[in-house]
């Protein structure tokens, strides 16, 4: 089995990415030759031609494609196991907590309280993120462990401890008629006139159809449903950000959400575990007091 080289990867890549041997050497900041030979000596190592070169330009090849989709993530991984590397032997140590800003707020207050009343505990550095940023900062190694949500987050491939279920709000505008009602269905504020519900990201990144305005980003949605633009659903726990111009109204039917820790499971370090066991805890103690917000 032959090895390849981080750096001989990421000649690849950017030859990959660029398609041209000329910008790809630019990019990586060496002269084409050394490029080219290095691209040569991989394909008679591998005993396949990542690349069909010709007047026209250059192609990457079924190998070549392979490679390619393989490369990048191996890439990462090794940033990744870089950057953990460094924090472990850090004379002090912090342990970062990746989290989508205002979600699950008291919930987070109470993991950090209870967290730092264990002798010894390392300190949390908090990672405020947007929506289905923190499998990316987990996987990159920006992040220790992260505050996700099930169904909407990314967790394959994560280890994670399950803190709390809960049902889901909708947030109007507070002057909406139907900011008044003690609670609604799914139905009723799927097709509500003039303010339709605003789209999330899927993981992949793309939106689901509908007429709603596409979001990404919580100062985004407070705006919008306080001008009457969209309504919003979310996890009764993220409502904490709601602005005074924001109502919100349980909707007795959606979906239940599940909030987990989630780490990666290479990750074996002490301050880890000490924040994992606090989680569980603190997880049991909130499903004993409400199973079901």
Known sequence: MEHLEVRELRYFLAVAEELNFGRAAERLRIAQPPLSRAI??????LGVRLFERNRRGVTVTEAGLVLQREA????????????????AGAPERSLVLAT??????????????AHAKVPDSAPVELLLCEVGEQAGLLRSGAADVALMHRPF???VGFDTEELLTEGQVAIFPAEHPLAARAQL???EVQNVDDLPIARWPRLDGTYPAGPGPEVHTQSQLAQLVALGKALLVIPASSRAWQWPEHVAVPLVDAPLVTTVLAW????????????VRTAAQLGGDERRQCPLR
């Open 40 to 45: 040569r000596l991989m394909e008679q190592r």
């Open 72 to 87: 990048g993530p191996a890439l990462e991984a090794i940033a990744a196991a870089a950057r953990r590397a460094q924090r």
């Open 153 to 155: 987050d990314d967790i």
């Open 264 to 275: 990666p499971p290479s990750s074996r370090f002490r301050e880890l575990a000490a924040f």
């Open 100 to 113: 989508k800003a205002g979600a699950s707020h008291e919930l987070l207050r109470a993991l950090i309280d």
């Open 185 to 187: 269905t799914l139905a």
